[in-house]
């Protein structure tokens, strides 16, 4: 039992020295061999490694791929005419020299971002102090981005090479700092409020207007209306009185019987109208008594007046 239990306890130790002793660096990364604080190897291939055991030998790893740097200060820049802008960028890089980039950087991307963050920044506030707002929004964006690229790459591969490439600089946002974005605002505010307003004015003249000239043409459609009304009309009660003439001359019988008629209709036009009168003492039921038959008007009496 004492043998066996050697014999696993052996086993175990070497598994466990063995485990310490290697190690795997992947294909998105540099392996840093280091002993007692000083690099001893860096390994850019990918596969299962070797190293010492602890505290002989350790291994970190520095990321080779391509890394992004957003900007977090918030700092205002001045521009050419002296306007406080904030400006919001972005930095694609990547470590190409590991050994360069652990000398002078350091042994993580914490490390090449805070310093590369501080030439950036530099970078930024000296080419922006050459362009006018106008032109950092418009014309010139692209040549400000190009500028401090071509800077920040003099600083990182100069006389002591920081072993990182700088891919990309780009600007994501220019704007003035709150306080002026907001007398801004309240500018252009005023300006859309003022357009407003005179394309209302604007807008209620035209109304009355057109309201005018509509009512002007409505009174003189009406009087128009009115008076070509009133002319058939002439002429219609003209032809009437004619053709009444004509037919009283004709037959007066009949004529007085339609005007009997006609008196009755504009006497009984509602069922509500109540008419008391002697039927047998007046004219005007002479149709009735006669039993609908045209009967001779009455003859004067005697003496009357003519």
Known sequence: MNRIGLIVTTLLLALLLLSSMLFVVDQRQFGVVKSFGQVKEVISEPGLKFKLPPPLQSVSYIDKRLLTLDSVDTEPMLTAEKQRVVIDWYVRWRVTDPLAYIRNVGLDEAAGNNQLNRVVRNAFQEEVNR???????????????????????????????????????????????????????????????????????????????????????REVTVANAYRDAQKVKGEGDAQAAAIYGESFGRDPQFAQFYRSLEAYKSTFNKKSDVLVVDPQGTEFFRTFRNGGSAAPAPAPAAGARR
């Open 131 to 217: 362009f006018t707002v106008r032109e950092l929004l418009s014309i010139k964006r692209e040549q400000l981005m190009a500028d401090v690229k071509r800077e920040v790459l003099g600083v990182v591969k100069g006389a002591k090479p920081w072993g990182v490439d700088v891919v990309d600089v780009r600007v994501t946002r220019a704007d003035y700092v709150e306080a002026i974005t907001e007398s801004v605002y309240r500018r252009m505010e005023a300006e859309r409020k003022r357009v407003a307003n005179e394309l209302r004015s604007t807008g209620a003249a035209e109304g009355e207007k057109i309201r005018a000239d509509a009512d002007r043409q």
